[in-house]
């Protein structure tokens, strides 16, 4: 089961006062949320359970923490507490990061329904996008998850069709571990019986079958990747190319790692000229700035968590540069605004973008730096110079993608 049991209706009633209140901070910056502690207690069984060992704290006000938690997961849950519906609109689709964390807080808070509701939602998604979650996140997910979990168990199932469907399978699964692997197979042989679902094809106006990739990998990232593995295995930060890998982290969690001897410098290339966006009016479309952010949001999510070609183009410019750590005490001195992903992912999940225009001026602003700082001869020209190549192709997809989040898609 994923959600302890609840106790009987007839316990709370919203004809009843109640005026004891829960003060719940969440995030690391305790964003503060408040609900009847009648109410939370009756729809969590956790936090039930948590006050029935504190009975003797009669306060008006207690006051609980979430810290690992983003607002925009429990805004989600405080939604579906109150309203019994995860989603405000048809319009308000999270990605699947923020509705696996949805599951995840209400499997752990043992609220009743949300974890099916969480689950409906990444079905939407996945019919709406033609993808599932990142390689990453689909590990993840299997390593913070019980076996025999609903959301462990449809990732499964979904990769496993993934692997029996896509012309990619062999590449997607030596990108998994080999205990993922192992549980794959068993999911695979309850398929066995079925017919194969072909995800990586879909259906245009004519009839004909359109051949379309369902991982988080779009068809033409393939050739993306980098020919060199060894180098593919490297991480650095925006201005150090001998920066080895680090696994990302929340800024607050970072600690320096130490340096190695540089590598070889990459191919000498100019900067690609910025090309500015079309994708406000798309024909007879013309798009909110909630639609053009939610767009941003999800290419965000997709270039800091993967696929593998993304991780590796975004690498250097994940982190803040640190002028004693990276070994270039002059770079403030060049760099007169400073900007990296990580910032740029706060800014984000805070809602301080307010339109398309500002998300992709922080990103074209690290290219600016990067271009800034190196010279031609430099690594780190010819990496910033295929990041920026890649992201302004990505970009240029925005109508593409609202017109199929919307269902209005024009082929």
Same mark, same amino acid.
Request: glycine letters at 4%; one cysteine or more.
């Given at each position: 089961?994923?959600?302890?049991?609840?106790?009987?209706?007839?316990?709370?009633?919203?004809?009843?006062?109640?005026?004891?209140?829960?003060?719940?901070?969440?995030?690391?910056?305790?964003?503060?949320?408040?609900?009847?502690?009648?109410?939370?207690?009756?729809?969590?069984?956790?936090?039930?359970?948590?006050?029935?060992?504190?009975?003797?704290?009669?306060?008006?006000?207690?006051?609980?923490?979430?810290?690992?938690?983003?607002?925009?997961?429990?805004?989600?849950?405080?939604?579906?507490?109150? @309203?019994?519906?995860?989603?405000?609109?048809?319009?308000? #689709?999270?990605?699947?990061?923020?509705?696996?964390?949805?599951?995840?807080?209400?499997?752990?808070?043992?609220?009743?329904?949300?974890?099916?509701?969480?689950?409906?939602?990444?079905?939407?998604?996945?019919? =709406?996008?033609?993808?599932?979650?990142?390689?990453?996140?689909?590990?993840?997910?299997?390593?913070?998850?019980?076996?025999?979990?609903?959301?462990?168990?449809?990732?499964?199932?979904?990769?496993?069709?993934?692997?029996?469907?896509?012309?990619?399978?062999?590449?997607?699964?030596?990108?998994?571990?080999?205990?993922?692997?192992?549980? =794959?197979?068993?999911?695979?042989?309850?398929?066995?019986?079925?017919?194969?679902?072909? #995800?990586?094809?879909?259906?245009?106006?004519?009839?004909?079958?359109?051949?379309?990739?369902?991982?988080?990998?779009?068809?033409?990232?393939?050739?993306?990747?980098?020919?060199?593995?060894?180098?593919?295995?490297?991480?650095?930060?925006?201005?150090?190319?001998?920066?080895?890998?680090?696994?990302?982290?929340?800024?607050?969690?970072?600690?320096?790692?130490?340096?190695?001897?540089?590598?070889?410098?990459?191919? @000498?290339?100019?900067?690609? &000229?910025?090309?500015?966006?079309?994708?406000?009016?798309?024909?007879?479309?013309?798009?909110?700035?909630?639609?053009? =952010?939610?767009?941003?949001?999800? =290419?965000?999510?997709?270039?800091?968590?993967?696929?593998?070609?993304? @991780?590796?183009?975004?690498?250097?410019?994940?982190?803040?540069?640190?002028?004693?750590?990276?070994?270039?005490?002059?770079?403030?001195?060049?760099?007169?605004?400073?900007?990296?992903?990580?910032?740029?992912?706060?800014?984000?999940?805070?809602?301080?973008? &307010?339109?398309?225009?500002?998300?992709?001026?922080?990103?074209?602003?690290?290219?600016?730096?990067?271009?800034?700082?190196?010279?031609?001869?430099?690594?780190?020209?010819?990496?910033?110079?295929?990041?920026?190549?890649?992201?302004?192709?990505?970009?240029?997809?925005?109508?593409?993608?609202?017109?199929?989040?919307?269902?209005?898609?024009?082929?």
């Amino acid at each position: 089961m994923d959600v302890h049991p609840v106790s009987n209706e007839s316990t709370f009633s919203w004809l009843k006062p109640h005026a004891r209140f829960v003060m719940i901070f969440v995030g690391p910056d305790e964003t503060p949320f408040a609900i009847q502690k009648d109410f939370l207690c009756h729809k969590s069984s956790f936090y039930r359970q948590y006050f029935d060992e504190q009975a003797q704290n009669s306060a008006l006000e207690s006051v609980v923490t979430l810290p690992e938690v983003t607002p925009q997961v429990f805004g989600l849950v405080q939604n579906f507490l109150y @309203t019994g519906r995860l989603l405000t609109s048809a319009d308000s #689709l999270p990605n699947y990061e923020l509705l696996i964390a949805t599951w995840k807080l209400g499997h752990r808070l043992g609220i009743d329904g949300l974890c099916d509701e969480a689950l409906e939602a990444m079905a939407e998604c996945r019919r =709406l996008t033609q993808s599932i979650p990142a390689t990453p996140l689909l590990v993840q997910v299997w390593r913070d998850t019980p076996e025999g979990s609903s959301l462990r168990k449809l990732l499964l199932t979904w990769a496993a069709e993934y692997i029996r469907s896509s012309e990619s399978r062999s590449e997607f699964s030596k990108s998994l571990p080999q205990e993922v692997l192992s549980e =794959l197979v068993v999911a695979m042989s309850h398929l066995d019986s079925a017919p194969v679902i072909q #995800l990586n094809s879909v259906q245009s106006p004519n009839g004909n079958n359109q051949r379309k990739n369902v991982h988080y990998l779009d068809a033409d990232d393939s050739d993306d990747e980098p020919k060199d593995k060894a180098a593919a295995k490297r991480r650095h930060s925006d201005v150090a190319p001998a920066r080895p890998a680090q696994q990302e982290r929340p800024q607050q969690e970072r600690r320096p790692v130490p340096r190695k001897p540089a590598r070889a410098s990459l191919p @000498t290339a100019k900067p690609v &000229k910025q090309r500015k966006s079309l994708v406000s009016v798309g024909g007879d479309h013309q798009f909110t700035d909630d639609q053009k =952010l939610n767009f941003c949001s999800d =290419l965000l999510s997709r270039m800091l968590s993967g696929p593998g070609f993304w @991780t590796r183009l975004v690498g250097p410019f994940r982190q803040a540069v640190n002028p004693v750590e990276d070994g270039v005490p002059d770079y403030l001195e060049k760099v007169t605004k400073p900007m990296d992903l990580g910032t740029i992912k706060d800014k984000m999940d805070r809602g301080q973008y &307010k339109n398309d225009e500002d998300f992709v001026s922080d990103v074209r602003q690290i290219f600016t730096n990067c271009f800034t700082y190196w010279t031609d001869k430099d690594p780190m020209w010819a990496t910033c110079e295929k990041f920026q190549k890649t992201f302004e192709e990505k970009y240029s997809g925005m109508q593409k993608w609202i017109l199929k989040m919307d269902g209005a898609e024009e082929i």
